[in-house]
């Protein structure tokens, strides 16, 4: 993770109340928000939807939010996965309903068949992991957060959350292994 901006002056004053503070400390993490929301769901309204909840959950537990590595950051990235994977499910079950209703089906080309349904599994094995799973593989993975600051925000050991990490990846290449097979070992931090 590349925070060369400490979070804890700002912080401090926003836990006072301070909407100045708070307003700076949304300017400043609300595009790592946003983009990390962005690959959690599948519309723009739903990633800016889930990027306004995130902040309004960090004002609303203000109080008890503590920082990790005097960032704010893997706080919110965490809250943006749970938040996403929330959206996503409300989502699915909005498109089940609608599959339920009659309509009249149209041709679609076989290319976009195809792009759907690897990005449907890759999806689907990425739902099927926990929560907090997914929060540790975006931190660690995606968003290149060391993995001892991963853990602490967490509440997981650094060697724990490796543990973790190495069964995530290898659940996922037996998931995908039709996909995009890959020889080269997988590093810490980076999903192959």
């Known amino acids: 993770m590349n925070n060369d901006q400490d979070d804890g002056p700002l912080w401090a004053r926003a836990q006072r109340d301070e909407g100045a503070a708070f307003a ?19 519309e723009h309204h739903d990633a800016d939807d889930v990027t306004a909840a995130v902040f309004y959950e960090l004002w609303r537990k203000r109080r008890s939010v503590t920082l990790v590595a005097d960032s704010l950051l893997p706080w919110l990235l ?23 209703l009659p309509r009249n089906d149209e041709q679609v080309p ?43 925000s967490l509440g997981l050991k650094p060697s724990t959350a ?26 810490e931090g980076v999903l192959s």
Do not use: C, M
Request: aromatic share 4%; net charge positive.
């Open 24 to 42: 700076e400390l949304f300017d400043r993490h609300r595009a790592r928000v946003y983009r990390r929301a962005l690959t959690l769901v599948d």
């Open 110 to 152: 076989q290319k976009d068949l195809e792009d759907i349904e690897l990005t449907d599994r890759l999806r689907a094995s990425l739902r099927g992991l926990s929560s907090g799973d997914a929060a540790l593989l975006v931190l660690t993975s995606l968003e290149d957060v060391p993995v001892w600051q991963a853990a602490q």
């Open 78 to 100: 965490v809250t943006t996965v749970n938040l996403g994977r929330n959206n996503r499910r409300a989502a699915a079950r909005y498109r089940a309903l609608l599959a339920r």
């Open 162 to 187: 490796r543990v973790r990490l190495h069964r995530i990846r290898q659940r996922l290449r037996v998931d995908l292994h039709d996909l995009n097979p890959s020889t080269s070992p997988a590093q």
